[in-house]
């Protein structure tokens, strides 16, 4: 262990001013990831992709809505062309029984009864037309309600959307700030320390320094142990301290608890 804290030591040095500028930097990073985080858990992420959902499926019921009434409507077309014939039958009957035309007795008793027939099958067929028709109506009514439902969604969605838009321009423009601040902190850092920081954050979740406080690294919060303490105590201001459990940068500041942290 002491070994490992001597290599990391000697590894970089860096004064006091931009070591405690490293903390600024870590503050407005784990800032900018908290925004960037709360960016893409919005709620209301949630809320339009629900409600792209629901919309996809009306659009669905929409285009069986659209065939059940095409087919209907075929059906009604065919009731008509089926009724038709029928009707022009018994109307040339009925002219011909009237006009007196078949004097065949036979002939003309059959034509009667025939006439009865073709009374029946036309109700038959106009009963099974104004079912269709009846079915058509229902359907065409049951499309206006989804059509209803649809505009009803679109509407929800543009004002779903734009809220989300808004709160994500309010994020955008919160992050903005903070790139401008890290852009001013950064180059105040020594390159090589700025780098072990990265690297260290790319592993840590982000975190790659972390101040001394009350003894304790902020970092993995875990309490230094007594002979890092000494050794940390002793160490020069500029050295570059990293914490034993967790490998953090640790940064002194007068809330360290250390005996000679030279703040
Ligand atoms: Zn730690």
Redesign the pocket.
């Known amino acids: 262990m002491r070994s490992r804290l001597s290599r990391r030591v000697r590894a970089i040095r860096a004064d006091k001013s931009a070591q405690l500028r490293l903390l600024d930097l870590q503050t407005v990073d784990t800032t900018l990831a908290q925004l960037n985080h709360r960016r893409q858990t919005l709620p209301l992420h949630a809320a339009v992709t629900k409600l792209q959902t629901e919309r996809a499926a009306l659009a669905s019921d929409l285009v069986a809505a659209d065939t059940a009434i095409s087919d209907l409507e075929l059906d009604q077309a065919k009731a008509e062309n089926d009724l038709e014939p029928v009707r022009e039958r018994l109307r040339r009957n009925q002219v011909r029984i009237a006009d007196g035309t078949v004097a065949d007795p036979k002939a003309l008793s059959s034509m009667v009864e025939e006439v009865g027939h073709l009374k029946r099958r036309i109700s038959d067929l106009e009963d099974a037309e104004l079912e269709v028709m009846e079915q058509l109506e229902a359907a065409a009514e049951s499309r206006e309600r989804l059509r209803t439902r649809i505009a009803d969604v679109d509407d929800n969605l543009a004002r779903t959307i734009a809220e989300r838009d808004q709160q994500l321009g309010e994020l955008e423009l919160e992050m903005g700030g903070l790139r401008a601040e890290r852009a001013e902190i950064a180059p105040l850092i020594p390159g090589d320390l700025l780098s072990l920081y990265d690297k260290i954050g790319a592993n840590h979740g982000g975190v790659g320094a ?1 101040e001394i406080r009350q003894r304790r ?1 902020t ?2 919060q ?1 309490e230094i142990n007594a002979a890092d303490l000494r050794a940390f105590s002793a160490a020069a201001e500029d050295e570059v301290l990293r ?1 034993e ?4 940068i ?1 940064i002194r500041t007068p809330q360290s608890g250390l005996a000679h942290s030279g703040l």
């Open positions: 972390a690294c970092g993995c875990l914490c459990e967790c490998g953090r640790l």
